[in-house]
């Protein structure tokens, strides 16, 4: 992997996606991750917004070590795993056809097993690319079709979420403020979308969501540019704040919504959401519930490097010998959950049964992920 600094932030031919123009700059698909030419470039969040650096991959294998690294997060790794699979495309393009196959199968593999937790989902998005694949007969431009499904897929998920979004709406204050926790991404965007000709007046709180900082450095970021007023608080102010300042609804996205109602999301959620059952404040998740995982609490909890909790910014920040502990998602029950906000409305987290029924009806929209 190479890093490169951008003193001029560098454009993708803007032919090729426009369903994002009028978002927030981490949301549009040139800065979240993209192929071109033999590579994928992927905007490192590591540092984002304090400098704008992109990581280029020359191979899947390292938009593997991208993923597990943690230079894309949130819906990041979708799209990068996406484009990769069009790189791997670029590097079978000498090969025969099964060739070609088995080894866009192969890269596959290796992108989507790089987080346990987000396994599943990724899984989804090589499946995705594999049938595009399969069903092309010439495999000259294979790299370029890639591309252009993992900017479809995109474009097909902003506009999934964004009727979650529209469910969400009414819910929001008419005056108020509203908790959000880590980053959201496709949510955050899409509701700030909605919300300007809401005639709503809403202000954001972010926990900062160490030890990477995604509610200070993302969501705040895309609220802020957005037109949005945003405070950013520490992790442990949460109870302070609801306290002192006043919340009138916590929401936030999820890494899995499983059937019996429980929450998988970044580290944080369930305790946030202990707080806002505390000062009855109601707490919405929202995204699509995964309809193959009957359980919240079978799903693998990923455990990252110690080090990254007793890190900041690269910088240890505690005594020789002291540990540090850090799962990266949390589960959160369907006891603490209002409702789950989906693309088909409000359901009770005790019955996605209902909302398994409504989708077999209606059909299910490819790669419409909760974030």
Known sequence: MEIEWELEVPE???????????????????HVAIYEDGVVRILDRRIYPIRVEYVTCHSPMEVRQALQAM????AGPYTACAMGMALAAHEARNMDREQALEHLERSGELMATARPTTQVRMEQV???????????????????ILRDHALRAMESRYASIERVAEHLLPLLPDQGTVMTQCFGETIIGMMGRLLRGSGKEVSFVCPETRPYLQGARFTASVLKDMGYPVTVITDNMVAAYMEQRGVDLFTSAADSIAMDGGVINKVGTHQIAILAK?????????????????R???VPIEQRN?????SAHGIKHVLEGVEGWYPAFD????????????????????DLEQYRSRKSERGSDFYSFAV
């Not at 090729?16 to 981490?26: K, N, R, S, W």
């Not at 110690?306 to 007793?310: H, S």
């Open 296 to 298: 919240a609490a079978e």
């Open 126 to 144: 090589v499946a995705g690319a594999l049938k595009v694949a399969r069903e092309t007969e010439d495999f000259t431009d294979l790299d370029l």
């Open 71 to 74: 230079v894309t997060q949130s």
């Open 12 to 30: 993708m031919d803007r032919n090729v996606a426009t369903f994002d123009d009028d978002l927030a700059f981490m949301l549009r698909a040139e």
């Open 278 to 294: 505390y000062f009855h404040i109601p707490y919405f998740v929202t995204g699509i519930p995964d309809l193959t995982t009957p």
């Open 331 to 350: 589960h959160t029950p369907a006891h603490l959950v209002s409702g789950v906000v989906t693309d088909l409305g409000v359901f009770s987290p005790y």
């Open 306 to 310: 110690p080090e990254e909790a007793i």
